[in-house]
T-cell receptor, first 114, second 111 residues
Framework: NAGVTQTPKFQVLKTGQSMTLQCAQDMNHNSMYWYRQDPGMGLRLIYYSASEGTTDKGEVPNGYNVSRLNKREFSLRLESAAPSQTSVYFC?????????????FGPGTRLLVL | GDSVTQMEGPVTLSEEAFLTINCTYTATGYPSLFWYVQYPGEGLQLLLKATKADDKGSNKGFEATYRKETTSFHLEKGSVQVSDSAVYFCALRDAGNMLTFGGGTRLMVKP
């Protein structure tokens, strides 16, 4: 039981390049999330998927797109990377989007945009 | 909107010292409150949570009590260890089911 896995662990991009961050969970969770972590700002929600087949914007969705490929996988795409997107990206999952529900986090992807 | 405020770090303590990391929140309604811990190079792990007023969450010697009257959820531990060195995040989840994080507090424990 690997929990939440993310690939790649580290990536360097040039401005304007595109890439997709992959996330998978093996806990049969319904809800999945993408966050970015910036110094002193905690984590901010980019997009989430409450259930398979649905996606919704979070707090900072601009410049990103997501795909809930199936129940296990939720990918985040940067179509044209910008230096402001340099950050650490975390994927998370939870059984459902209930108030007290625990979210389980992946190890993160560190992205540097030059 | 909802917000979470944590004391700024880093917090540096000697082993076996008492730890308090302050956390206050602003939210409508009655949110659930969480403390997450992030060890170097790893993702966030749930440390403890409380879902209603006066609940006390506890785990691994850490405790936090949901205080509605002061809108606080301070993290405490009676005797810290070097292995507790990490970044600690306070978070809330409201009726809209969005998780809002504080900025994080780095704890450094010296032997």
């Amino acid at each position: 039981n690997a929990g939440v896995t993310q690939t790649p662990k580290f990536q360097v991009l040039k401005t304007g390049q595109s890439m997709t961050l992959q996330c998978a969970q093996d806990m049969n969770h319904n809800s999945m999330y993408w966050y970015r972590q910036d110094p002193g700002m905690g984590l901010r929600l980019i997009y989430y998927s409450a259930s398979e087949g649905t996606t919704d914007k979070g707090e900072v969705p601009n410049g990103y797109n997501v795909s809930r490929l199936n129940k296990r996988e939720f990918s985040l795409r940067l179509e044209s990377a910008a230096p402001s997107q340099t950050s650490v990206y975390f994927c998370a999952s939870s059984e459902a989007r209930r108030k007290g529900e625990t979210q389980y986090f992946g190890p993160g992807t560190r992205l540097l945009v030059l | 909107g909802d917000s979470v405020t944590q004391m700024e770090g880093p917090v540096t303590l000697s082993e076996e010292a008492f730890l308090t990391i302050n956390c206050t929140y602003t939210a409508t309604g009655y949110p659930s409150l969480f403390w997450y811990v992030q060890y170097p190079g790893e993702g966030l792990q749930l440390l403890l949570k409380a879902t209603k007023a006066d609940d006390k969450g506890s785990n691994k010697g850490f405790e936090a009590t949901y205080r509605k009257e002061t809108t606080s959820f301070h993290l405490e531990k009676g005797s810290v260890q070097v292995s507790d060195s990490a970044v600690y995040f306070c978070a809330l989840r409201d009726a809209g089911n969005m998780l809002t994080f504080g900025g994080g507090t780095r704890l450094m424990v010296k032997p």
